[in-house]
């Protein structure tokens, strides 16, 4: 239904951003490779590419940096028993290309190592994508911010709104952060993903 949305980027963080287009705001779901790309755009005008998602009790729009990344996450959401959620989750941990690459090469365990997705779905995923998904596409590079007390809230903040229990987050954080002060907030939610998944 809706193709992208053209907008000044008015509020970001690692989980959700809102775009001001016509007078009106637009709150976008959105996956920490998008966080990436758009966090030194505030205040200014954005293209974000958008999926539209319609339940019964709830209507969603999903964000992305990029054609590539929401060419993906359609792919993903059209396997059973992988939904937006699970689908965003997936695109947190690893970029476009990252899922694109653990498809073709039948990296199970990459799958596997993302919260809610069990070995049949990441099997699932990998024999129902592999002949549908092609190489290629946009890449992401994340870039090294120095850690502070503001990105252990920010990150602390993203991940309860994943779904994450508050104190196994602190926990994990507690751990990450004095293992490696200098984590960027990308880097700190990427790993903390992968303890909280175990």
């Known amino acids: 239904m809706y193709e992208y949305i053209n907008g000044r980027l008015d509020e970001i963080t690692p989980t959700e951003a809102i775009v001001e287009a016509g007078g009106i705001g637009y709150k976008l779901l959105i996956s920490l490779s998008t966080y990436s790309a758009l966090k030194g755009c505030k205040d200014q005008v954005v293209k974000v590419f958008l999926h539209h998602q319609v339940r019964e009790d709830d209507e969603s729009l999903f964000g992305f940096a990029s054609r ?28 476009s290309n990252e899922a694109r690459t653990a498809i073709l090469s039948n990296d199970v365990n990459r799958f596997k190592a993302v919260k809610g997705i069990g070995l049949k779905t990441a099997q699932r995923l990998i024999i129902e994508l592999k002949d549908k998904i092609g190489k290629g596409g946009a890449e992401f590079s994340f870039e090294e911010a120095p850690a502070s007390s503001a990105v252990r809230d920010e990150a602390l903040s993203a991940l309860c709104l994943l779904r994450f229990a508050k104190a196994a987050v602190e926990k994990a954080l507690s751990s990450l952060l004095k293992e490696d002060p200098s984590l960027s907030l990308e880097d700190t939610i990427k790993k903390a993903l992968k303890v909280l998944s175990k």
């Open 68 to 95: 590539d990344e929401r060419y993906v996450f359609t792919h993903l959401i059209s396997v059973s028993g992988v939904g937006p959620g699970s689908a965003r989750m997936i695109l947190s941990s690893m970029d």
